[in-house]
C-alpha cells in the first residue's frame, strides 16, 4: 500500500514558553494555556476532544508540568504525542516552517526595530526609483488592521502603498485590490524582496484590502508571501527529488519559496484549507505523497488580534473537523498536526511568542509518548523515514 505523510500546521498554536523565552520577553506566554484559563474564568466549554485524544493534554503536560482544564481524561488515547522546542533563532513563520522540514535557522534574520520611520531612507528611495511610486504611507510597526483603518482613505486618494512591519523579519506592504490593483501589488512587492536581498529579511507579504471606508476595510485572501529561497534542501525538496509529490496547501509554497512543490493549492479561510486538505488526501494517492497545509487564521485573525475567544471557537471548529479528515487516511498513513511558533492572544503587544510546539501523530490508532523533542525538524526526519526518503541533516524520527 501506498505510503503518505500529511502535516497540517494550526498556525501559531504554542503549548507554553520555551526554556529560552525570556531573550524575546515571552517568559510566561502560552498559546493553549491561556485559552484553556480564558474559557475556564468565562465559564465557557472548551470542547476539542479529538485534540485530546491525539495526546494534545498530555504534550501540555510535558511542556508545562500541568493539566488543562479542558483535559478530563474521560477517552482512549489514539495518537503519538509530545512537544518540540526550537533550535532556530527566531519566533517567525518561517524559521518554524524550515525547521519542521529539517532546515533549522541557525542565523540571525534582519530586523526593522524602528517603531517609526522605520525603513532606512535609501531602502525607500531606491523603491521609488525602481516603481515609480510617489510616496508611501505608513514606516512603522503596526498591526495590519489597524493601519489599512488608519491610513485606508489616505491610500485611495493619493495612491501611495502602506508600508510596515513588526518584531518578525517581514516588510509588508498594505494596498486596495481595486484602486492600486492587485497585480500592481504583486509586482510592487516582487521589487522590494529584490531590494531586500542586502538586509536579510525573511518575507515581503502582500496585503491587499477592499472596502470604502474604515469602518468596511476588510483584508482579502489574496495575500502573497514573498520568501527567501531556504539555506538548504527541505524535506519538500527531497521528498520531489526523489520522485514523490508534494501538495503545498495554502500558503505553504510561498513559505518555502516554491521549493520542493509538485502541487500548490490555494484557498481561504479554517474550513476551506480543511477541506482543501481533504481533498488532496482524497486524490493524491500515490506512494510518498506529501500533503502540508498552514491554517493561518489561528495567527492571523485571532492571535495577533488577541481575540482569545475567537482562537478558542476556531481551535473548536478544527476539532470537529478532525475526524473527516483521519476517516480518510488509508492504514499506511501519518497524520501530523503541530505549529510553527506561538502567538499568545493574551499577550502583551500583537507579535509572535516563543513557545514549544505540539506534535501530535495519527497512524493507526496507535498511542506512543514521545516526550520533549530538541528541534522542531524531528518532525520532518520521520516523515522522510515514513516515506523511505533520504535521512535529513537535521532532526530525530520517533518511529
Not at 468565562?42 to 498530555?58: E, Q
Request: charged fraction near 20%; include cysteine.
Amino acid at each position: 500500500m501506498p505510503k503518505r505523510a500529511i502535516i497540517i500546521v494550526l498556525d501559531s498554536f504554542g503549548i507554553g514558553h520555551l526554556p529560552d523565552a525570556d531573550k524575546f520577553g515571552d517568559i510566561g506566554s502560552d498559546t493553549l494555556g491561556h485559552i484553556d484559563q480564558y474559557a475556564k474564568d468565562n465559564n465557557l466549554s472548551f470542547n476539542i476532544p479529538n485534540l485530546l485524544k491525539l495526546g494534545l493534554g498530555k504534550a501540555y503536560l510535558k511542556a508545562n508540568d500541568k493539566t488543562l482544564f479542558t483535559d478530563k481524561n474521560n477517552y482512549t488515547l489514539n495518537g503519538y504525542h509530545g512537544a518540540c522546542s526550537e533550535l532556530s533563532s527566531g519566533k517567525d513563520t518561517t524559521s518554524g516552517h524550515w525547521e519542521i522540514a529539517g532546515c533549522p535557522v541557525l542565523f540571525d534574520w534582519g530586523y526593522f526595530t524602528q517603531k517609526t520611520n522605520t525603513f532606512p531612507l535609501d531602502l525607500l528611495e531606491k523603491i521609488k526609483q525602481a516603481t515609480g511610486i510617489l510616496g508611501y504611507l505608513g514606516n512603522c510597526h503596526a498591526s495590519g488592521t489597524d493601519i489599512i483603518r488608519d491610513l485606508g482613505d489616505e491610500h485611495i486618494k493619493t495612491g501611495y502603498p502602506i508600508f510596515y512591519t513588526s518584531a518578525d523579519s517581514v516588510f509588508q506592504i498594505a494596498a486596495h485590490e481595486t484602486h492600486f490593483g492587485l497585480d500592481n501589488l504583486y509586482k510592487l512587492c516582487l521589487t522590494v524582496r529584490e531590494l531586500l536581498e542586502p538586509y536579510n529579511i525573511a518575507r515581503v507579504i502582500a496585503r491587499p484590502f477592499t472596502g470604502v471606508s474604515p469602518e468596511t476595510y476588510t483584508r482579502t485572501g489574496n495575500r502573497k508571501d514573498y520568501s527567501v529561497t531556504p539555506s538548504s534542501k527541505t524535506l519538500l525538496d527531497i521528498c520531489k527529488d526523489n520522485g514523490g509529490e508534494v501538495i503545498a496547501i495554502g500558503k505553504i509554497g510561498d513559505i518555502y519559496s516554491h521549493q520542493g512543490t509538485t502541487t500548490e493549492i490555494k484557498a481561504n479561510g479554517l474550513d476551506d484549507l480543511c477541506n482543501k486538505t481533504i481533498d488532496a488526501i482524497k486524490n493524491h494517492t500515490q506512494d510518498k505523497t506529501f500533503i502540508m497545509t498552514n491554517l493561518v487564521d489561528f495567527d492571523m485573525l485571532y492571535g495577533h488580534r488577541r481575540n482569545t475567544l475567537g482562537y478558542k471557537n476556531a481551535l473548536e471548529e478544527f476539532d470537529a473537523k478532525l475526524p473527516e479528515i483521519i476517516a480518510m487516511l488509508q492504514d499506511d498513513d501519518i497524520l501530523i498536526l503541530t505549529a510553527d511558533h506561538g502567538c499568545d492572544p493574551t499577550w502583551i503587544g500583537s507579535d509572535h511568542t516563543r513557545e514549544h510546539i505540539p506534535m501530535l501523530m495519527y497512524h493507526q490508532a496507535r498511542s506512543k509518548d514521545v516526550g520533549i523533542r530538541s528541534t522542531f525538524a524531528d518532525i520532518g526526519q520521520t516523515v522522510a523515514t515514513h516515506l523511505g526518503l533520504p535521512k535529513l541533516q537535521y532532526g530525530t524520527s520517533f518511529l
